[in-house]
DNA sequence: ATCACATTGTGAAATAGTTCACTGACAATA
DNA sequence: TATTGTCAGTGAACTATTTCACAATGTGAT
């Protein structure tokens, strides 16, 4: 239960700040530990925490009034959770869910903008995090909405999409792939058979393995045919 | 040519700062005129400007490889522009238009960031302003990536996208439309003829004029069946 | 007024993707 | 080991959307 300062340091908020400084303030955050597939932070409700994920992977969606889920990113250790709501004052602009074992370390809103207003370098950092942020949104957004599924799950796997490279330990179901492609769990299915007839993957129950990622590029590029 | 503190006070960037301070920064703006039409800023070109808008409209918007546009927004007096590849240094997220005449003022990066660094009030305003945009993008993710083409086209009519609510004045064509709800100008076409015939707008060249939100209304929610 | 051009309207064919319905495979656990 | 439930695979019907092709209409420039 004990914050440490090396861990604080490599989030991309304290990027470059010195240990002294962290020193001061660690005791503003609270660790928690959640399970894999906890929802700990519903969309919509309020929840005045910022959070900092110290190791895990979690998925972060948005679900539509027809119940279709599409993600918006899968944060590796050293993203920050639930900044916009923080500082627009809206409710939770999406759901979170564990999916794997996740460590965090929470600080209350009213702690972390009163560091934030003491300490202009952070709140540089914090401008650069959120306009990264932007322009990873913008391109899933532009790729959404022109190539077709196969291309995007080839992009996917390119590492594209949530800024981490997918990897084996991640036990993700076509289900969940759907959804981060914005697609159906059978369109999924189909087109993984086809990347996998290509060389690009080898399916197995929960995860793929990445072959050739050339084949992907050309997939992801659209310059293939599927006959 | 005259930079007005008034109109800068008018800046989601400076909103809240008072004008004495305005007063010592004035300096480093520039006026910028763009007829109509004019494409001030292209995509994946380095700009070292902000600007903001001071009136007009701008549309921004991405390319994908096969050419289809992607609309990001209509950016209103009041928006900045370019503020991602400002803070994240890599090259312009996106192409910019003017919808109408527009009059900017742009400020070097280098002088922002000064100024920025030297007023933590002013980098609140930004850290604000940038969540403010995620959450509008990823609102209009989730929307392009849930609903269908009809849903969404009564959205932007209500004001949904953009965060401007279209005005008659405007002069888009089809295809803009299209490009604003990523879909393509037969289907746009199709669309608004069926908003028409229920009530909720009238057609005519190059605008569009709301009659019936509630129509519209129900239209957004999917609750409609066509037949 | 006329010509050229951009915009709009529309049908029909083609395509991408969804949905449904069901089967088989696997994994956990009782 | 039997059972239960989740996950993956797949055909078939259906739906939304795109694309193509062309006609009609309006607009601006000369």
Same mark, same amino acid.
């Given at each position: ?10 989030? /991309? ?5 010195? %240990?002294?400084?962290?020193?001061? &303030? *660690?005791? =503003?955050?609270?660790?928690? @530990?959640? +399970? ?77 903008? /009163? ?5 202009? %370098?952070?709140?540089?950092?914090? &401008? *650069?995090? =959120?306009?990264?942020?932007? @322009?990873? +949104? ?90």
């Amino acid at each position: 239960m004990t914050i440490q300062v090396e861990l604080l340091q490599a989030m /991309r908020y304290f990027s470059g700040i010195d %240990a002294a400084q962290l020193e001061h &303030i *660690r005791h =503003l955050f609270k660790e928690v @530990r959640c +399970d894999k597939g906890a929802h700990f932070l519903a969309e919509g409700n309020y929840t005045d925490s910022l959070y900092f994920i110290i190791s895990g992977l979690v998925k972060v969606y948005k679900t539509s009034a027809d119940g279709k889920e599409q993600v918006l990113h899968l944060a590796p250790p050293g993203d920050s959770l639930n900044d916009v709501s923080l500082y627009d004052g809206g409710p939770n602009a999406a759901g979170m869910v564990a999916l794997t074992p996740v460590v965090l370390y929470a600080i209350d809103k009213k702690d972390i903008l /009163r560091v934030l207003r003491e300490n202009p %370098a952070l709140m540089m950092n914090v &401008i *650069r995090a =959120l306009a990264e942020r932007i @322009r990873r +949104d913008s391109n899933l957004l532009e790729d959404l909405s022109s190539s077709q599924v196969l291309a995007r799950l080839a992009k996917l796997f390119l590492g594209r999409y949530g800024g981490e490279e997918l990897t084996a330990g991640l036990n993700l179901t076509q289900k969940d792939l759907a959804s981060l492609v914005g697609s159906s769990r059978e369109m999924v299915n189909r087109s993984l058979k086809v990347i996998e007839e290509m060389g690009g993957i080898r399916m197995s129950r929960r995860s793929v393995i990445i072959l050739d990622k050339d084949v992907l590029q050309k997939i992801a590029e659209g310059t293939v045919d599927i006959i």
